[in-house]
């Protein structure tokens, strides 16, 4: 999208995403992991890129106690702008379900896509293959989400 190109940090003169690790360590390596595997083979010019404090992040990772049986949830500070600060929450009351390293890596896979995908498209799918399946247990995006993003950054539906 040309205006979510225009507002991120550069890297190397290239847009890209910032985001900040501010949860226990056991979430660094699935999180990293995962936002590799979006940058693999990506044509959006739209990398993630880890920084070194929340003032440099567009994205920040957290995990809390929160109600209810979610492992991770992807918000928008104001959904209406959807170029401003984004909070991926990992759900540490529901970690039985959901904490292992191999569902971990899978989840942050997800949520980062809904970073991608951004706040208002519905991105989930039904593809065994796809980390946007949220039961498929895959820890990487497909062909098709990676085409779905490259065509939405591009300005095209």
């Known amino acids: ?23 226990p360590p056991r979430y660094v390596a699935p999180v990293v992991l995962a936002a590799r595997e979006w940058n693999r083979g990506s044509g959006s010019g739209l990398p993630f890129k880890r920084v070194g404090s929340i003032a440099q992040a567009r994205v920040v990772i957290r995990s809390g106690t929160y109600p209810g049986k979610w492992c991770a949830l992807t918000m928008w500070r104001d959904p209406r702008n959807p170029y401003g600060r984004i909070t991926i929450r990992f ?67």
């Open 1 to 23: 999208h040309p205006k979510l190109a225009r507002t991120l940090a550069r890297m190397d003169g290239k847009p890209m995403i910032p985001y900040y690790i501010d949860a």
């Open 91 to 157: 759900n540490e009351t529901y970690t039985r379900q959901c904490g292992d390293t191999v569902t971990l890596k899978s989840t942050a896979c997800h949520e980062l896509g809904h970073v991608l995908y951004g706040p208002t498209r519905e991105m989930h799918n039904t593809r065994p293959h796809s980390c946007m399946n949220y039961l498929s247990g895959s820890n990487r995006p497909d062909s098709t989400d990676r085409r779905v993003i490259n065509q939405t950054k591009a300005g095209t539906p």
